[in-house]
């Protein structure tokens, strides 16, 4: 009966395979008829939404049904990897939820005093180069800072952006970007962010920096490059991994670390740990400017 529903093939041959596959696993369950009726919307969303699709595959699940749909059915996409290899990766799948979270921010401006600029700000984001993490991070924090310091087509309430600052010093970095949009692009002038050292010593960041640091030091020479590269993630609030893709420029007598078009001071306590981290081979790659 659910069959007949149907238009497509391949869609059809799911029903019964699924059922199958279903039992197989835990055949006993007083559970399974029910699992299987919490599919069929699924199902048939899937058969009227693939249309003159040849087949359903990851790469189209991923551009038409959104992250959180499809863990609502991990079930049915579990099914879907191991009988028919239509399997979404880790990756793949973080990507999407991040471009789903991105959009649902542009679009919670929309109508908002500052929803253009937001939207703006979004899409020179999106023609910069940036991750879409990163480019979700950056329109996150700029829209709850526009939320907070009550902005109009003039800029932002000083009182509401001193006292806002003043609240989030995580997001240093990410209010940067925006600032650097906003005087290029809006002709405002761009608070002085406040300094970086007001963060709590017993804050859980700078407590995994300190245990990192002890741990580099008690090796001494010894100490493992990984360990020293994730003392330098620590150090500037990056995701580890993060400072694989990481240039590192000269100019005159400072070090930069350049990430993702961010451009990071490397203080001097930090110098001879950053160039251990170079080493011999990157350090040949180091860019100098003029």
């Not at 696993?25 to 249309?51: C, E, Q, V």
């Not at 789903?100 to 700000?121: M, N, Q, Y």
């Not at 996150?140 to 310091?149: E, G, I, N, P, R």
């Not at 300094?195 to 920096?209: E, I, L, Q």
Request: aromatic fraction near 8%.
């Amino acid at each position: 009966m659910q069959s007949a529903l149907l238009t497509r093939e391949d869609c059809k041959a799911w029903l019964s395979d699924f059922a199958e596959w279903l039992h197989a696993r835990t055949p006993h369950d007083p559970a399974l008829a029910g699992d299987f009726l919490k599919r069929m919307p699924f199902i048939a969303r899937l058969d009227s939404m693939l249309d003159t699709e040849p087949q359903c595959s990851g790469a189209w699940l991923l551009k038409n049904i959104s992250v959180s749909e499809m863990r609502r059915h991990e079930l049915f996409m579990r099914y879907l990897a191991e009988r028919h290899g239509i399997e979404l990766s880790k990756e793949a799948k973080l990507e999407a939820a991040e471009s789903e979270r991105l959009e649902a921010c542009i679009r919670h401006s929309v109508g908002k005093v500052w929803g253009p600029l937001i939207e703006d700000f979004a899409y020179k984001l999106s023609k910069g180069g940036y991750r879409t993490r990163t480019q979700r991070q950056y329109v996150s924090a700029a829209a709850a800072l526009c939320k907070y310091t009550q902005v109009t087509g003039d800029g932002w309430k000083p009182e509401l952006m001193t006292k806002y600052l003043a609240k989030k010093p995580g997001q240093r970095g990410n209010f940067g970007v925006f600032f650097r949009y906003c005087e290029k692009y809006c002709g405002w002038s761009a608070p002085a962010m406040p300094a970086s050292d007001r963060a709590n010593r017993d804050a859980p960041a700078v407590k995994r920096f300190q245990v990192a640091l002890k741990k580099i030091e008690e090796a001494g020479e010894l100490a493992a490059v990984s360990d020293i590269e994730r003392l330098i993630e620590l150090a500037f609030a990056l995701r580890p991994g993060e400072l694989q893709g990481t240039s590192v420029v000269q100019a005159g007598n400072t070090i930069y670390l350049q990430i993702e078009g961010r451009r990071h001071r490397v203080p001097k306590q930090l110098r001879p740990l950053v160039d251990r981290w170079l080493g011999p081979k990157r350090r040949g790659k180091l860019l100098m400017l003029g």
